[in-house]
């Protein structure tokens, strides 16, 4: 294909969806389906040339095109096939590209499915398709198949690179095949709420009878399966984060971390909405309004993610995300806010609580839950978005830290732990008891707060400049979750079994075990995080002469100083990534780049002389290897370094002339002739606690040479109690080793599964979505 053509079916995309958008629209201004075919046709040819697109930009990785610049940054010869496959993704103008996609096929369906009908259908389905035409032009602009010679000044038209410039040293973990997929599917399944909420207000609006309850059953579909893809997003992204040294484990409040809460809180809390409002048409703004205000928080992570403004470890990519992302991100964020307000503002009068209600009730609890959730993502965001305000307004920067994340979200837990409790127990009808139980817990968790046994349970040490909230909620106790933690656990198992008792319904049944195992995940899981920082502990040690392991019959041994632990450095293997043998290229590949000194191996087929110059082919190719004084033996596979000169003659085409320093066989490879892309540190080791054998394994520091970056691989000891997590980095002989523990790691994932399988289990069950 030519340079422009994944540029040209972007391009195409971009026309056919604009399109189907307009004549979508027309048809819902209009109230006709005159142009339902051209709509159909339009629609599809977008989706395929998205597809067509993205595949094409596969392929350019498979194959190593360096012609495309974006190819050349994120990708080269010594990456494995899963990360060609993958890179696609590693950068922006791609990983746009792979959302495009995958939003194009969620509008497809909307506007080829014929269960949506009705006035306010094709205000929706037009909305999806501008979504996706947004994107498609927005790529028109930042496209992934920029030639390299447009990007870098002083690149000759045609010219072929040898090699790719690598992938970001943080992205080459197997996790880059699953955590960007199932993020990118979960935001391009919000687009469908986020339609049918601006439809439905704008419905209302005109004076017409709204679509929303009678897409209502779908977009719970969506909502649901959008939470779970959203939540094993964020969950295999922590595991990511705790393999990888560098991302300072599995939950840090980076940016990125956070900046993708923020749009799971608004998930959960517009789910919850959500639910209420199709059992009991509670939130007639609100509920739609929520599950609409979602895209555009997603759209908000992108921008944190991908953008150069906010500070964060996970550097994904340079050179900032342009004014495309950013504009779709003010114009939905303005649509979703500014309509529902608008209408809240001008044409709801009352909707209060009903004056004969008691103020302790289930409805009154239930705002309160759902108000927690967009406290906590508030929290999130505004930690987020204050430095970039302060330093634009001032040119002054500041950064959060943790504390701030943590002490202003701690309270705001504690009460919804309370509150959830409290909405259990009055879903069985006992009013009194409930009344009872949260101020009899309310107290308990009160006392717990000035309850420490040691310095370890206060949730953070403050100094007295500190803000007064700081050095209040800064010096709680953590036993101060356990109380409504109980009492939320408890009560929803008595919820449970209260609710299915003497119910037969098999679906019924089924659909109130996903909710009890969502609600006992999610207490699980704020058990775990609690307590996992608080009583982590971390020791360190350094071992000299790392080098000299595995040389003699005894390891060597390293004491820590003031702690049990003692480690065993069994070997010690420097490991260059790719090998010089691997990076070699052979005759065929030499002919395919452009390179004016390279390594080349090859057998020696045919020796002779040319013009008094040693010479001796190659595999029998058209490449040479060319010297004075080289000595070039039949049948000898070698590898060796030199200039490299093309020739006309299509038997001789190119000669590689080397000296005897630079050539050897391939067991015995020349020295000094080659930079590797990493070097690999690798220890075996044994660590000891007490005398007895706590982890074993391989610890590895990887030193991308050309990024200067490193990661690590680590050894990861699980048990009941906790992790034990050993790491270690090399430099210039001495290895440091560091011990860590994390207490309750694996709670976390378990409650996370259990909140997964809860959602899937309700999802299944809920009979409407088979009808």
């Known amino acids: 294909m030519i340079p422009n053509t994944g540029t040209g079916v972007i391009a195409v995309a971009a026309f056919t969806s604009v399109l189907a958008a307009a004549l979508l629209l027309y048809g819902y201004i209009r109230q006709t389906d005159e142009f339902r075919r051209e709509i159909l046709a339009a629609t599809g040819v977008s989706t395929v040339a998205l597809v067509a697109a993205h595949t094409y930009l596969t392929y350019q990785f498979v194959v190593g095109d360096y012609t495309n610049a974006y190819v050349w940054e994120n990708s080269a010869d010594y990456l494995p096939l899963l990360y060609r496959l993958t890179g696609p993704y590693a950068s922006h103008e791609g990983s746009i590209l792979f959302w495009a996609t995958l939003t194009s096929f969620v509008a497809t369906w909307t506007v080829y499915s014929s269960k949506f009908d009705g006035k306010g259908s094709r205000l929706a389905q037009s909305i999806t398709m501008a979504i996706v035409a947004w994107f498609a032009v927005m790529l028109t602009t930042q496209s992934p198949f920029i030639p390299i010679e447009t990007v870098f000044d002083g690149v000759s038209e045609g010219f072929v690179p040898p090699d790719g410039d690598g992938l970001n040293p943080l992205l080459v973990d197997p996790y880059m095949a699953i955590h960007p997929p199932i993020t990118f599917a979960a935001y391009a399944l919000l687009i469908l709420p986020f339609a049918l909420g601006v439809t439905h207000f704008v419905s209302l609006f005109r004076g017409e009878e709204t679509v929303y309850d009678d897409w209502l059953t779908s977009n719970v579909a969506w909502l649901r399966v959008s939470w779970i893809l959203l939540t094993a997003a964020i969950a295999l992204g922590g595991i990511w984060a705790y393999r990888v040294l560098g991302w300072g484990g599995f939950w840090s409040w980076d ?50 993610v991908r953008s150069d403004v906010f500070r964060s470890v996970h550097s994904f990519s340079a050179g900032g995300i342009g004014v495309g992302i950013m504009s779709m991100m003010v114009v939905t964020v303005a649509i979703a806010v500014g309509l529902p307000f608008a209408y809240w503002f001008l044409k709801t009068e009352g909707g209060g609580r009903p004056d004969d209600e008691p103020w302790f009730s289930r409805r009154t609890v239930y705002h309160s839950a759902v108000l927690a959730f967009g ?112 009492y939320f656990y408890g009560a929803w198992i008595g919820r449970y079994f209260s609710r299915i008792r003497g119910i037969p319904s098999r679906s019924f049944r089924l659909r109130e075990t996903g909710v009890l195992l969502l609600h006992i995940g999610g207490v699980v899981l704020i058990i775990a995080v609690s307590f996992v920082y608080l009583f982590s502990t971390s020791a360190s040690v350094a071992v000299i002469g790392v080098e000299s392991a595995g040389e003699n019959p005894e390891p060597l041994v390293q004491e820590f100083s003031d702690e049990e632990y003692e480690v065993h450095v069994l070997s010690y293997e420097a490991v260059d990534v790719p090998t010089i043998d691997e990076a070699a290229r052979t005759p065929a590949e030499l002919l395919e780049v452009d390179s004016e000194a390279d390594l080349v191996r090859g057998e020696i087929t045919e020796t002779g002389t040319l013009d008094g110059t040693d010479v001796a082919r190659l595999d029998d190719s058209s490449v040479w290897l060319a010297g004075e004084g080289v000595e070039f033996e039949d049948g000898v596979e070698v590898i060796a370094r030199g200039t490299v000169f093309e020739n006309d003659d299509p038997d001789m085409q190119a000669f590689v002339f080397t000296d005897q320093p630079n050539m050897g066989t391939v067991d015995d490879p020349p020295e000094g002739v080659y930079t590797p892309r990493v070097v690999s540190h690798e220890m075996e080791l044994e660590v000891y606690e007490n005398g007895e054998l706590v982890a074993d394994g391989v610890v590895a520091n990887q030193d991308y040479l050309e990024h200067d970056m490193q990661t690590n691989d680590v050894i990861i000891e699980r048990a009941i109690r906790g992790d034990t997590y050993v790491r270690g980095t090399y430099n210039a002989g001495t290895a440091e080793v560091t011990v860590e523990t994390y207490p309750l790691a694996n709670q976390i994932w378990i409650a996370t599964l259990l909140m997964l399988l809860g959602m899937v289990v309700l999802t299944v069950a809920d009979n409407r979505f088979r009808e």
Request: aromatic residues 12%; charged residues 10%.
């Open 375 to 486: 406290a906590l993502g508030f929290v999130a965001a505004w930690g987020l978005t204050f430095p970039v305000i302060r330093s634009a307004a001032t040119g002054v920067e500041v950064s959060v830290g943790t504390d701030y994340y943590n002490l202003w979200s701690y309270p705001v837990v504690l009460v919804g732990l309370l509150l959830g409790g409290t909405y259990a127990v009055l879903d069985t009808g006992r009013r009194r008891l409930a009344l009872a139980a949260t101020v009899g817990v309310a107290l308990l968790t009160f006392v717990a707060a000035f309850v420490a046994p040691s310095s370890n349970w206060i949730l953070t040490s403050t100094e007295p400049y500190d803000p007064v909230y700081y050095r209040l909620v800064g010096g709680m106790s953590v036993l101060s979750v356990v109380p409504p933690a109980a």
């Open 255 to 304: 940016p990125v971390e956070t900046a993708v809460l923020v749009p799971w809180l608004a998930l959960t809390a517009a789910l919850h909405a959500t639910n209420r409002y199709d059992k009991t048409r509670e939130y007639p703004v609100f509920a739609p309004a929520a599950a609409g205000f979602v895209f555009p928080l997603v759209v908000y992570a992108t921008v944190v």
